[in-house]
């Protein structure tokens, strides 16, 4: 049984920062790609930033240069630095791993709870 966990969230007024993090625990064979998705009230969800394996990164327009991802491959956690923080960054943040049990298995994809990050102006 795998888990993705996410914390971090909270309340923050506008141009302050919060740090997200997801742990996935359970049988973990190795993890590619993990990313962190968001999703406001009445819109689609959408994604924030990705990281691979080796490091590599991408982000959405809107958080380029105010959030920046990252990951610690020993803990097969991933982390979501969000600084300058904008009333529009209001949303449920969600992780999200492809990983594989066995090395056996194909890459599935996984995804935590949610966490609620709510910015006020």
């Known amino acids: 049984q795998v888990q993705l966990v996410g914390s971090g969230g909270g309340l923050v007024q506008a141009g302050g920062s919060l740090r997200l993090s997801c742990a996935a625990s359970g049988s973990v064979f190795s993890i590619n790609v993990m990313g962190w998705y968001r999703q406001a009230p009445g819109k689609q969800r959408e994604l924030v930033a ?14 380029k240069g105010r959030f ?44 935590g709870q949610g966490t609620q990050v709510t910015v006020s102006s």
């Open 68 to 111: 920046t991802i990252s990951r610690d491959n020993a803990k097969n956690t991933t982390y979501l630095q969000m600084n300058s923080l904008k009333p529009e960054d209001t949303a449920a943040y969600y992780c999200q791993a492809f990983l594989r049990i066995t090395r056996w298995d194909p890459p599935r994809g996984y995804w």
């Open 50 to 63: 990705t990281i691979s394996s080796g490091g590599s990164t991408n982000y959405a327009d809107s958080v």
